[in-house]
Nanobody
Framework: QVKLVESGGGSVQAGGSLELSCTLS????????MGWFRQAPGTEREGVAV????????YITDSVKGRFTIARDDTKNLVYLQMNILKPEDTAMYYC???????????????????WGQGTQVTVSS
């Protein structure tokens, strides 16, 4: 059974930064898409940023472009989300996902991921 564990969440002031990390318990196909999704209370889960092997395909939702950066280290089964200039509207539970479509087909709109983490809370105050 593949397990994903997120870390790095917390509470910060608006304008601050956080880096989320996701560790996978097993080695997965490097060609498979990995990424981050988020869900605020009372809302649908939305895609934040996803990427394929070596950053060949990267998709980032418009609301965080220029502020968030996604990266992966396939040799260590890790995926990161660097979040800068955080805003209150970024407050949500952030979920790591792996085993997605090859080359991240479908971008952030796709939810075809085989594995999901339990989430890490990010809270941004004004």
């Amino acid at each position: 059974q593949v397990k994903l564990v997120e870390s790095g969440g917390g509470s910060v002031q608006a304008g601050g930064s956080l880096e989320l990390s996701c560790t996978l318990s097993a080695y997965l196909d490097w060609r498979a898409c990995m990424g981050w999704f988020r869900q605020a209370p009372g809302t649908e889960r939305e895609g934040v940023a996803v990427l394929s092997r070596d950053g060949y395909n990267i998709y980032i939702t418009d609301s965080v472009k220029g502020r968030f950066t996604i990266a992966r280290d396939d040799t260590k089964n890790l995926v990161y989300l660097q979040m800068n200039i955080l805003k209150p509207e970024d407050t949500a539970m952030y979920y790591c996902a792996a085993g997605g479509p090859a080359d991240c087909s479908g971008g952030v709109e796709s939810r075809e991921y085989a594995y999901w983490g339990q989430g890490t809370q990010v809270t941004v105050s004004s």
